[in-house]
């Protein structure tokens, strides 16, 4: 018995839908891998001179703020990877253990409930940023609204990500195999 539920007309013209959201998905993390990779080499340089610095020299200022910034956004910006390769957290031995048509709809509305979850994470980080946006990094002077972007951001690039999977439901009855569990 396939996992893939019977194909229909309606079903059939969301392929190409889903075939650019995966472009789009691909590209996304095409940019991310990249950005997070430069972000922690960068968080090494910082630390390692806020280091050698501290214990040779007179302690340079601003790396402790470039660093905590830096965290932030790698924090943000990885888990928005770990969630599209479906590596955080999750209890699934009750959904596995459904019949095939209850697994597909606990999944289609557990993927409904991400998404309205990272809809409001963007709305109420985006006010965030508008209620901090007076506000200026101590050292740098930098708009603290910068800092904050990234909730709003990678909120909306994991929307993007559920939107896919439940795309990928709705075709083909459960989500792709996260890439890092894919088989050669």
Do not use: C, N
């Not at 606990?106 to 979850?117: E, G, W």
């Amino acid at each position: 018995m396939s996992s893939r539920p019977p194909s229909t007309s309606s079903l059939s013209l969301l392929e190409p839908v889903v075939s650019a959201l995966r472009a789009v998905e691909r590209g996304l993390d095409a940019v991310l891998k990249p950005v997070v990779f430069l972000g922690m080499a960068a968080l090494i340089i910082v630390i390692t001179l806020q280091i050698v610095s501290r214990v040779l020299f007179t302690a340079v200022g601003w790396t402790e703020e470039v660093a905590r910034f830096l965290l932030i956004w790698i924090t943000f910006l990885a888990g928005t990877l770990a969630f599209q390769r479906g590596h955080h957290i999750a209890v699934t031995f009750a959904v596995d253990a459904l019949p095939l048509m209850l697994r597909r709809a606990a999944r289609f509305l557990a993927v409904l409930a991400v998404i309205a979850f990272m809809i409001t994470l963007i709305v109420i980080g985006y006010r965030y940023m508008q209620v901090q946006s007076f506000q200026k990094s101590a050292s740098l002077r930098v708009p603290m609204s910068y800092v904050y972007a990234v909730m709003p951001v990678s909120a909306a690039i994991m929307a993007w990500y559920a939107l896919v999977d439940l795309f990928e439901i709705l075709l083909e009855g459960e989500p792709r195999k996260p890439m890092g569990e894919q088989t050669p």
